[in-house]
């Protein structure tokens, strides 16, 4: 185990693509913090502490990790380096925890310059956090362990999709529809009122019309808000939507919880295909 | 004889389709073992099976006497090197880089073999040179670098000269020569390109839809392929004092078959034969060959 990590960190030090994307990560995450304290403080004249913009990497990590990883495993299949540890004897589980730990270390690295980018030019421009260190520290570790779990969920594509351009654009594909589409929905959902409040208008003959206040049809409830918040709160990329927007996630004293379940269940799935599945 | 690698009724089954079946053959220690089929026949499938890239259906096989179903078979694989297919090289790394990085693999000590590998194959002054922008020969002999460097005694060459020039051809072929006859290691060597393979091999399996159809040593294949005359005579007796007398290399296959090797002049023959009173019934030259002998076995009607 410890040859692969040392094979698979050697070349991590030498990806270019490595650095590229701290370099996006770093460059989104500052082009988001000046457009953000730009409309917020100067065109709607508001005051946001630095604490609510921490997490901005989140909303553009989880692009960076699709395309790295897609492409740090996918080299190895392309290139045929994947048959030279299976050929010289190295088990394939270890072969996918070196994978897993290597690529989930660049993830992880490329979070943290992006929230120091944050830090570093935050900090001068908005003052320090409000939040006390012993609030942020543990949303900081729970934010780093959502981005574990989506790596987990990448590396287990990007195992068993041998080719490299097809792994990308699908875990490309996957984030968009985590990020872009099912997390905004979840939130849509869970956040709708139960009750649409009483309405009146006007029509053109100057009758009043009164809509009575009457229950939200799409508020969800019962057995189906319990799914819908599950997912909201399981969901890595649903976390990372969470943290990304202004607020404290309500339910992240259960994240830990969750980002474990998801790396150890998706893990073990990926491990166990990867050992059954033939090599070319 | 010690065999570094053997199979017995092996099989892999892609869903219907049936690639290897109970296959069995024997790899000598020491040997140049050219694995000949037609494409299709089941030579990659082998080799990806004794390589762990793939499991078996059923049978198995043993590596320096260790089967795959021992656990212990991940420390025989230490030993060996494989090119499959394409050479496993990192495209965006120097030739050096790519050892580097092998070596790590392997838990090597040190680097201090590398420069002596790639002086073995011919790499050593390709500097800071890109694998990606190496010649197809090139980036074959990387591959092989990458398999000799954890010092193995036993390589696997999937077609490690297709698609590779006319000086490419040589520089492999000497390679492994070299490889086998100054370093002792065993080469399972797969090919079609059956000229080149009679250059190289000292053992030859033939396999022919998923079955090894026949083991033969390469002494043994050119006794079977040497050039020679079958004669009919009526007197196999007479024949033996004729030939005897003209010193000539001969077989006797029945009571009035022979083979007769090397070059023969008939009418010498006829008249020898004459004098003691015996008759030449008939005549066949045969010149077999690795080509022709591989035809003969597989039966040349299908196309490969």
Known sequence: MVKLLRSDFRRLWRSKLFYLG?????????????????????MLNLEIPIDNILFLGTLVIGFAIAIFTSFFVGTEYSDGTMRSKVVVGHNR???????????????????VIGTAVIVVVGIPWMGSFVTSCTILLPQI??????????????????????????????????????????????WSKLEADPIIPEMSYTD??????TQPEQPNPHYATGTTRTILQLCYDMLPTAQMYQYGYDKIPKNIHLFPLYSVLFIGVLSTVGACAFRRRDLK | MEYVLTTSALSKKYRNFEA??????????????GFVGRNGAGKTTLIRVICGLQEPTSGEYTLYGISNKDRRIAKSRHRMGAVVE??????????EDNLKQQALVLGLPSYERIPEILKLVGLENTGKKKARHFSLGMKQRLG????????????????????????????????ILKLNHEHGITVLISSHILGELSKLATHYGFIEKGHVVKEISAAELEAVCRRCIKVEVSDTKALIRVLDRMKKDYEVISDTQANIYGVVVLSELVLALAEEKCDLLASHEQDENLETYFINLVGGGENG
């Open chain 1, 204 to 209: 053109s003959e100057g009758v009043v019309h």
């Open chain 1, 141 to 186: 570790l729970c934010c780093l362990l959502s981005i574990v779990a989506l790596n987990a969920m990448i590396l287990l594509l990007a195992m068993l999709i041998p080719s490299k351009a097809i792994c990308a654009i699908v875990c490309l594909v996957l984030v968009m529809v985590m990020t872009n589409m099912i997390s905004p929905t979840l």
């Open chain 2, 20 to 33: 290897l079946k109970d296959m069995t053959m024997h790899i000598p220690k020491g040997s140049i073992y």
């Open chain 1, 93 to 111: 589980s270890m072969i996918y925890l070196s994978h897993f730990l290597t690529t989930t270390f660049a993830a992880v690295f490329m979070m």
């Open chain 1, 22 to 42: 701290i370099t996006a990560v770093a460059a989104s995450v500052a082009f988001g913090l000046i457009n953000n304290v730009h409309y917020k403080r100067i």
């Open chain 2, 86 to 95: 394409t050479p496993s090289i990192y495209l965006d790394m120097t030739a």
């Open chain 2, 144 to 175: 092989i670098a990458v398999a000799l460097i954890g010092n193995p005694d036993f390589i696997v060459l999937d077609e490690p000269i297709n698609g590779l020039d006319p000086q490419g051809i040589v520089e492999v072929r000497e390679l």
